[in-house]
């Protein structure tokens, strides 16, 4: 089971409330006794003073008897149960006691801590008391006097029930501040690493292709690192991208020599040589395009790509539109519509969606492009025969061409739709509302 929130946040603001809570409780506790101490011990100075008067009233009469001969000063012991007492007991048991008692004697009670003076009792009521006694001995009296005045404890927890309030609620308060004060510095101090994943937001969107900004010296050097590697990333990027370019120049050249020699074979008579050496020609032709396309594939996601979407329809729609002129080529898109990927890419997949919409459309080709949940959506739809259910995920396959007297590889749907996956983009194959075949397009947008 996890004990820790996820977040960072979250623990820091855990950790914050755990320490601060237990601070503050320790903290009333330890207030509370103190309290309560002192309350006792003034109490106690009190009792003090009256068993001082309790001695000072006590005196031996003839023939060995005791006697008090004034009452206290405090009215408290002539009043019934007042929770005020005093006792003078000997051995053989209660020699006097105050008007307060009536009729009842004070136990003997629990000493109170290291004080063997003080003690705990039980009143005659049930009450608390906190007793003082004291053992004297008395001039022309035999033995010991034991003196006890006690007094009620009951104000004392008055007093500290109210006082404990008082402290809960403040501490309360305390508490509430503590931990708004504990959210505003985790959020002041994560405040870095918020804008950290903002400008990485912006990075993956393609609005910005390194992390700019002063950050903190715990940060900082996180940020020099993956600035590096964002910069790396992109040489690598490049690399690929001229590698592949490179090899495509350095192939091209052979390649029509093999295809002309073909075409030569064929006039001199050598038409079987001429199938096999143009058909060998035309495999490496789309295994090159297929590796090719892949090596740009893998070389894609530039932090600052953005292409607008637009110039890239209309340019496609105007070319088509010369290599297909009983077709009609309508495109619908917003002006402001971008994708965030490389334009090269861009022309390729809807290139290669478009002519092979151009290739089987009777009459006209719709392409219309809208925005959602930050994905382009393009449709690319014809009113020719469509494909049958089972049909549209064949021609998805590497090479796989359902009529061989059209023209093509092959490859184009297939290229568009691992195009359109390493983007995180998808293609999707359906009927279109005109009865043809509809290509449903996803890409990333860009801001």
């Avoid at 051995?91 to 008692?101: F, N, P, Q």
């Avoid at 600035?227 to 991208?241: F, G, H, P, Y």
């Avoid at 040589?273 to 495999?283: K, N, Y």
């Avoid at 729609?317 to 090269?344: C, H, K, N, Y």
Wanted: aromatic share 4%.
């Amino acid at each position: 089971m996890r004990l820790t929130p996820r977040s960072l946040q979250g623990r820091l603001l855990l950790g914050a409330a755990i320490w601060g809570l237990l601070a503050l409780v320790l903290t009333e506790l330890l207030l509370l006794y103190t309290a309560r101490d002192q309350m006792e011990a003034q109490l106690r100075q009190r009792l003090s003073a009256d068993l001082d008067q309790l001695l000072a009233a006590s005196a031996a009469q003839p023939g060995g008897r005791l006697a008090i001969e004034r009452e206290l000063s405090d009215p408290l012991y002539q009043r019934v149960f007042s929770g005020h007492y005093w006792q003078v007991a000997r051995d053989d048991g209660v020699v006097a006691r105050s008007r307060s008692l009536w009729d009842q004697a004070l136990p003997p009670g629990a000493p109170v801590g290291g004080d063997a003076g003080s003690v705990y009792l039980s009143g005659p009521r049930g009450q608390s008391l906190l007793a003082l006694t004291r053992q004297v001995t008395l001039p022309r009296l035999e033995g010991t006097v034991r003196l006890t005045v006690a007094s009620d404890l009951d104000d004392v927890e008055a007093v500290m029930h109210r006082f404990g309030l008082v402290l809960t609620a403040g501490f309360g308060a305390l508490a509430l501040g503590l931990v708004l004060a504990a959210v505003l510095q985790v959020r002041l101090g994560l405040r870095p690493l918020r804008r950290l994943r903002d400008e990485l937001i912006a990075i993956r969107r393609g609005s910005a292709s390194t992390l700019a900004g002063e950050y903190p010296s715990e940060v900082a050097p996180l940020v020099t690192d993956m600035n590096a590697v964002l910069r790396d990333n992109q040489t690598l990027i490049e690399r690929a991208r001229s590698r592949a370019g490179n090899l495509a120049h350095a192939l091209k050249t052979p390649l029509s020599v093999l295809s002309n020699e073909a075409h030569q074979q064929r006039r001199h008579g050598q038409t079987a040589l001429a199938g096999r050496l143009q058909q060998v020609t035309d495999e490496m032709q789309r295994d090159i395009d297929w590796h090719l396309a892949h090596a740009r594939i893998a070389a894609i996601n530039r932090p600052d790509a953005r292409t607008s979407l637009s110039p890239v329809l209309t340019r496609l729609q105007r070319t088509l539109s010369r290599l297909f002129r009983e077709q009609r080529i309508d495109v619908s898109s917003m002006p402001e519509l971008a994708f965030r990927g490389e334009s090269q890419d861009l022309e390729q997949m809807l290139g290669n969606l478009m002519e092979n919409a151009c290739k089987w459309a009777s009459q006209q080709v719709t392409v219309t492009a809208v925005s959602q949940d930050g994905q382009l959506e393009i449709r690319i739809e014809d009113d020719g025969p469509g494909l049958a259910p089972e049909a549209r995920d064949n021609v998805l396959h590497r090479g796989r061409r359902l009529d061989e007297s059209v023209p093509g590889s092959g490859l184009g749907l297939s290229i568009v739709l691992d195009l359109a996956d390493l983007y995180g983009g998808s293609l999707a194959l359906g009927p279109s509302s005109s009865g043809g075949l509809s290509a449903r397009l996803r890409l990333p947008a860009a801001s």
